[in-house]
């Protein structure tokens, strides 16, 4: 029978705790020729109202005014696409805009997530102490913690209101794209980089496996915020592809993103850690 537990393992346990159960949404709505952001409810949230069925000839202003009702393009696929949408700022430019943005943004980052999914290793670093090994896993699992808190701050509905506008007042492209970025680098990437440094260390034998789980509580966040971008270009296509095909609406997309550890994952992790001895020497 496992002892009373050490310190650095209660540590160990609250930290981990700490990550479970984290929510980082995004909402809005799009009504016609108008962007409204609304309070942050756990989804994006956009609708357009009955478009006419005219072949799309021309794009819908801001402003309303259209030669093609309010027909949707789809998401632009590269930057100079990107560039020549921003002179034209068709319907719900804002949200095309930000789709593309982090589209882009994750492809920039796609040789690290390969990395990822390979378990490669940012270097080699030796842990011997076993006490160290359990703090450097608290430390660890509180730094990620820090992580996720920068997808709420970029997320948040400030953030939203400030970038896509709100009413009658069009968004800031170049607040979309900075939004866009700062989620994809600071979060994204992040997750990426931290699973990555935690592979490189080299702790004592017994805690080779706690380190390894410990670096996979990032696999289920970064697959679903890939799946999240990778739905919202797909969902915003497929109002233009429905435009296409005489289908008048309205059209309603609702897509969330919750950030969320594997909870199979947790309690493995939680089962090695309490199995651990209570007491350690500082050498193995």
């Known amino acids: 029978m496992a002892g009373p537990k050490s310190a650095d393992q209660r540590e160990s346990q609250s930290a981990i705790q700490a990550l479970q159960s984290l929510q980082n ?3 809005g709505t799009v009504a016609g020729s108008t962007i409204q952001v609304g309070q942050l409810n756990g989804s994006i949230h956009i609708t357009m109202p009955e478009v006419d069925k005219t072949p799309a000839a021309g794009v819908a ?4 005014s259209t030669s093609a009702g309010s027909f949707l393009q789809k998401v632009p696929q590269t930057r100079s696409d990107l560039s020549a949408m921003l002179i034209a700022k068709p319907t719900a430019w ?16 796609e040789p690290k997530w390969l990395d990822h999914k390979l378990g490669q290793r940012a270097g080699s670093h030796t842990i011997r102490g076993n006490n160290q090994a359990l703090q450097y896993i608290s430390a660890a699992t509180a730094q990620a913690k820090s992580i996720i808190a920068v997808a709420n701050r970029w997320l948040s509905t400030e953030a939203q209101v400030a970038a896509f506008g709100q009413s009658e007042h069009e968004g800031d492209a170049a607040l979309i794209k900075h939004i866009a970025e700062r989620l994809t680098h600071g979060f994204y990437k992040g997750l990426l980089d931290w699973s990555s440094t935690l592979r490189s260390i080299e702790p004592p034998a017994k805690y080779i496996s706690t380190f ?11 697959q679903d915020f890939r799946t999240f ?16 095909q005489g289908d008048p609406g309205p059209f309603s997309i609702e897509l969330t993103y919750v950030i ?3 909870d199979e994952l947790v309690a493995r992790l939680s089962s090695e850690i309490d199995a651990l001895p209570s007491h350690h020497t500082e050498e193995e």
């Open 94 to 109: 804002e949200y095309l805009t930000y789709a593309c943005e982090l589209k882009l943004a994750v492809q920039d980052l």
């Open 260 to 262: 969320a550890l594997d």
């Open 61 to 64: 202003g801001r402003d309303g």
């Open 229 to 244: 971008v990778a739905n919202y270009t797909t969902e915003l296509n497929s109002v233009s592809d429905r435009q296409a």
């Open 212 to 222: 390894e789980l410990t670096a996979s509580l990032s696999d289920r966040p970064l």
């Open 25 to 27: 949404n995004i909402s």
